[in-house]
């Protein structure tokens, strides 16, 4: 199924009017970071090594590809950071070490994988040699050592499941989906099936002319 | 953009949800070193409904709480990241060939424990639910009959003010109707209800303890209706969803309860007699010890047996962590052409209990079915976990999000050997043990997980849904402290008395001998206010 994209700028339109509350704009506007900013700077890693950081910023381009967006979310810089503070979600594999441990014996897995299948560093591929080497990962068919100590598709979903929250936890990949379920102080009262209120945003579509039509319905 | 002007009704909102914050204002203390009648550890769906019903009967009550005393509508988010606050999030370790995902997926933290972020779903389990042993042969029995809970279900209906249909289709008669009329029908429910139609399986609105219009709670006050904010899962800002925090809790304190927030239970100290003397827990760093006369242990599925196995306690069965039970919970998701936007209304506002004993089966039990709405960041995570989706298919299936929805199960799940909770030899912060959790899906189970997946395929393929696909799913931390009539194979009686330490009790999902096929917390609460008469109905003999 293709899908429809949203408007941009939606988030920004709403999170000062009343639609939002203050404790949901506190937590929105501490995430926004303006379009025009300047490129973020490469995270100096708290608690990978620089050669893992390195190779987790490559794995974090191919799971979650963001080079549509101007200014991306820094994946690998939050889990460094999280790693680094010691904190957790409420559980693990019992098959895993801790989450520290898992990551750094991940990516080293990661490289063993990609210097075993081509001969390279994984993070000096091209995309989609690393694509191949992620897949075999996933799939617990990746060659390498560090994988008879963990489970290599254990540590991907959980890199996997780790980006991907953080990814949608950004404002602007909500508005890229068409989320608008934070702009919810009054309440919602039109719910059922194609129904939709004034300040949810209408899908565009593309059209032959380049220009973007309106789609929505009430 | 259009802004709206402030209404009357949310200003009515805001001052109902504000005022519910005042409850613990007056709130009485007690000293540590005076023995309390009662300590109750934990203030969930288990440990509220008993601290209010102790208070009221003049007795002098401590609840102990690990989590804080939040003001959802000041410190509530509509952000799921944000509200990660809620969640148990001391690390388990999930063992077995089905390990379980904890935090945000079942257990609390916090005044209200897991009612926080619980969906309000309060279906009553069905007589025969009781009865798994006696009409399959696995399983077990439970020590009581449904007319003993059943008074306790009408109770909580009213009090809590649970939205529901007129007539409920299934089930045995009820003595009294929901109070409130049914919460509207979101995207999800109406093509649930349309397809439904179609292949013949009875449906109606579900029962929720969430207010479709405002309701005035003895004891507690005025809470506003629900908003159709979807985001029960994530904490309720307005106050119109009974958690316990809105309701039992500021009932217990008006009655002279105190919930000290933040205390994080450690120990339980027991005399020669094995009685429990005191109760020993860290605050800001400081360890205290508040002494008692009986403690009401309510801490849920894992932390109540670790309490138990870390102290030594109420074991003599050797059942303490055993009989673990989740829900199974598979959901089945599609994408439809319809605008479903699946973020608004209560998640799942449609049940069909037409599977609860579905005939030509080859499993024992049964299961319910609920239309199922998505916050973005857990339906994302679910793909990326359950589906392996990631690149550029996982970014393009989430530009569907808008048209995205979901039916699930809730399904009986049976006791085994190979399930339970132990103490690893891992330490955490406190230099206390972390639980690991075994958890395999038996032969019963993925059989009937095998029959509800073909069955809501057929479904959402007759809704219209396209790309459909399923997460393998167990819900709900049931079973670690069953309830039975005999000290050799069980941990308390039908009354929640634990058999070993006469003055212990446990009210939480712990003491469930069997699953259920219906979601658990209307009954944990009837099981709360059952203990806790039982006890005050005990020390009144015992006084004449």
């Avoid at chain 2, 712990?510 to 609460?525: D, E, G, K, Q, V």
Wanted: hydrophobic share 40%.
């Amino acid at each position: 199924m293709t899908h429809k994209t949203y408007p941009r700028g939606t988030v920004r339109a709403l999170v000062e009017t009343d639609f939002v509350t203050p404790a949901t704009r506190a937590v929105l506007k501490s995430r926004l970071v303006p379009d025009d900013a300047p490129p973020l700077a490469v995270s100096k890693p708290r608690f990978f090594d620089a050669e893992a950081f390195d190779i987790l910023r490559a794995a974090c381009a191919r799971l979650i590809p963001q080079a549509d967006r101007p200014r991306p979310v820094d994946l690998a810089g939050a889990l460094d950071e999280r790693l680094a503070e010691g904190k957790c979600d409420g559980w693990r594999y019992s098959q895993m070490p801790p989450d520290g441990e898992a990551h750094r014996l991940g990516l080293r897995g990661l490289n063993e994988s990609a210097q075993a299948m081509f001969d390279l560093a994984f993070h000096v591929l091209d995309a989609s040699n690393q694509d191949e080497v992620l897949l075999a990962v996933q799939r617990n068919e990746a060659p390498g050592r560090t994988w008879k100590t963990i489970p290599a598709g254990r540590f991907f979903e959980e890199l996997l499941a780790e980006l991907t929250e953080c990814f949608y936890s950004d404002p602007l990949t909500l508005e890229e989906i068409g989320y608008v379920g934070f702009a919810d102080a009054h309440g919602w009262n039109a719910i059922g099936l194609n129904e939709l209120e004034a300040h949810e945003p209408r899908a565009v579509e593309d059209t032959a002319d380049g220009g973007a039509r309106d789609i929505g319905r009430r | 953009m259009e802004e709206r002007e402030t209404s009357d009704e949310d200003e009515l909102r805001r001052s109902a949800a504000i005022s519910l914050q005042d409850q613990s204002r007056g709130m009485r203390f007690y000293s540590t070193s005076e023995a309390v009648d009662a300590v109750v550890i934990g203030t969930g769906a288990g440990g509220a409904p008993l601290m209010a019903r102790l208070a009221a009967a003049g007795l002098s009550v401590v609840a102990l709480e690990a989590g804080k005393h939040w003001s959802p509508a000041r410190d509530f988010a509509t952000d799921e990241r944000a509200q990660a606050k809620l969640f148990w999030n001391d690390e388990r370790l999930s063992a077995g060939d089905d390990p379980l995902p904890f935090g945000n997926n079942n257990s609390g933290t916090g005044v209200g424990g897991s009612t926080l972020h619980y969906t309000a779903y309060v279906p009553r389990p069905q007589p025969d639910d009781l009865r798994l042993y006696t009409e399959f042969g696995v399983g077990a029995d439970w020590p009581l009959r449904y007319g003993d809970l059943e008074p306790y279900y009408d109770e909580l209906e009213h009090f809590l003010g649970v939205s529901g249909p007129s007539i409920y289709p299934w089930g045995p008669p009820r003595r009294t109707c929901y109070p409130l009329a049914p919460l509207p029908l979101n995207g999800a429910a109406q093509l649930m209800e349309r397809a439904c139609a179609a292949l013949g399986i009875r449906t109606s609105p579900a029962a929720n303890a969430a207010l479709s219009t405002r309701y005035f709670q003895p004891g507690v006050g005025w809470r506003a209706a629900c908003t159709n904010r979807g985001f029960c899962q994530a904490g309720c800002s307005t106050g119109a969803k009974a958690s316990m925090d809105v309701t039992f809790v500021p009932l217990a304190i008006r009655a002279g309860a105190e919930v000290r927030a933040e205390s994080f239970v450690t120990r339980l100290e027991t005399d020669r007699e094995k009685r429990v003397t005191g109760v020993v827990y860290v605050r800001n760093g400081r360890e205290e010890r508040q002494l008692c006369r009986h403690v009401f242990l309510c801490a849920g599925g894992i932390e109540t047996p670790r309490l138990l196995l870390i102290n030594n306690l109420a074991n003599s069965s050797g059942q303490v962590g055993r009989n673990f039970m989740a829900h199974t919970g598979l959901q089945v998701w599609g994408q439809f052409a319809e605008d479903v936007r699946p973020y608004k209304g209560i998640p799942g506002a449609l049940i069909s209990e037409d599977t609860h004993r579905p005939r030509d089966t080859n499993f024992a039990g049964g299961y319910l079915l609920q239309s199922i709405g998505a916050m973005p960041i857990t339906y994302a995570s679910q793909l990326a976990r359950g589906r392996g989706l990631w690149g550029a298919h996982l970014r393009e299936h989430m530009r569907g999000y808008n048209h995205t929805a979901g039916i699930n199960i809730l399904g009986e799940c049976l006791p085994s050997a190979h399930n339970y909770v132990e103490l690893s030899d891992e330490l955490d912060a406190r230099g206390l043990p972390k639980p690991r959790v075994y958890f395999t899906n038996g032969e019963n189970e993925r059989r009937m997980n095998a029959h509800a997946e073909k069955l809501m395929r057929e479904i959402w393929t007759t809704a219209g849904a396209r790309d459909i696909w399923t997460y393998p799913r167990n819900a709900h931390i049931i079973g670690t402290c069953r309830m039975g009539n005999h000290s050799v194979n069980a941990v308390v009686n039908s009354e929640g008395r634990a058999f070993d330490v006469p003055n212990l009790y446990i009210a939480d999902n712990s003491i469930f001998p069997s699953a259920l096929s219906c979601n658990p917390a209307l009954t944990i609460m009837a099981l709360s206010l059952r203990t806790a008469d039982c006890f005050i109905e005990r020390s009144r003999r015992s006084e004449n």
